[in-house]
């Protein structure tokens, strides 16, 4: 049952962050969660909470403050209850259809901007994030990506959209639907073995399965992904991929034969992306 929050914008934080710091699995983030799930309720930018902190919460936004925070306890993620994603300081609409972008993602930007790209291709483009951060950071490159799911790629549309960004997206398994040969490939696939799937946060079940396993061992999306990239990329390309912290070994060993192969390290030191460069 949604509880009532209390009357002013700084006690209701404080409470909602109490109320959620009794999940200790969602303790180390409680009053951030608290805070974004408030402004959300006030319409307003969570930055602005603290500037107007003896503002009254009337009965509606305390309802409905309660109710994000009955749906957070769930282990709904805040970014499901929001109804989108920052990444790399840009918001793209997230939900059922797609894989939230994750923080460790930006690391494969990271890597992506070191050099740039007239035209590149996103195998298995989801919500559009990677593809569409690096259009909107590389003015006038061309942007392609595929995604097997047409409800994703509706998504990734309404994300290009909004941030009035052109990109050609088409539905296929990785590289059916495509032609041509592009300056960089980039691809967060699935990555996660069919025996981890039961030990994942509770989180994880707002995700697509199919945005996250490819049953098996989990290196099934590697595999279909480097035995086509040679006939589509170009001279002097990139490829980068995202990976498991586990799988820099085995990734990096299937990317061999295409040329000189690198393992970049996410924010933690944990193995996060395997890049490709040929010629």
């Known amino acids: 049952m949604t509880r009532t929050v209390a009357?002013?914008?700084?006690?209701?934080?404080?409470a909602g962050a109490d109320r959620l710091a009794h999940d200790r699995d969602l303790a180390g983030g409680a009053a951030r969660d608290a805070r974004a799930l408030l402004a959300h309720a006030l319409g307003c930018d969570p930055g602005l909470l603290f500037l107007d902190r003896?503002?009254?919460?009337?009965?509606?936004?305390?309802?409905?403050?309660?109710a994000y925070l009955d749906r957070r306890m769930a282990r709904e993620p805040v970014s499901h209850i929001l109804g989108y994603r920052l990444f790399w300081g840009r918001r793209f609409e997230v939900g059922?259809?797609?894989?939230?972008?994750?923080?460790e993602t930006e690391c494969l930007i990271e890597a992506a901007l070191t050099r740039p790209a007239k035209t590149v291709l996103d195998l298995g483009t989801g919500s559009g994030a990677i593809l569409l951060t690096l259009l909107a950071e590389w003015s006038g490159a061309r942007g392609f990506g595929t995604d097997i799911s047409a409800?994703?790629?509706?998504?990734?549309r309404t994300n290009a959209q909004a941030l009035g960004l052109e990109a050609?997206?088409?539905?296929?398994?990785?590289?059916?639907?495509?032609?041509g040969r592009f300056d960089l490939i980039v691809s967060n696939?699935?990555?996660?073995a069919a025996n981890e799937m039961a030990a994942l946060a509770p989180e994880l079940r707002y995700d697509p399965p199919l945005?996250?396993?490819?049953?098996?061992?989990?290196?099934?999306?590697?595999?279909?992904?480097?035995?086509?990239?040679?006939?589509?990329?170009?001279?002097?390309?990139?490829?980068?991929?995202?990976?498991?912290?586990?799988q820099a070994a085995a990734v990096t060993s299937m990317a061999a034969p295409l040329g000189t192969v690198s393992v970049l390290p996410d924010l933690d030191g944990r193995d996060r992306v395997v890049c490709i460069e040929t010629g």
Do not use: C, K, N
Request: glycine share 12%; charged share 20%; aromatic share 6%.
């Open 54 to 66: 003896d503002r009254p919460v009337t009965g509606a936004e305390a309802a409905r403050f309660g």
């Open 151 to 156: 409800a994703a790629l509706a998504v990734a």
């Open 96 to 103: 059922l259809a797609v894989l939230d972008p994750r923080p």
């Open 211 to 246: 945005a996250l396993t490819p049953g098996g061992d989990g290196l099934g999306g590697y595999r279909a992904i480097l035995a086509r990239a040679h006939d589509h990329l170009a001279p002097s390309g990139r490829i980068l991929l995202e990976i498991g912290p586990t």
């Open 7 to 14: 009357a002013t914008v700084a006690a209701a934080l404080r």
């Open 168 to 179: 050609e997206f088409r539905q296929g398994d990785w590289f059916d639907a495509v032609t």
């Open 189 to 192: 696939p699935p990555y996660i």
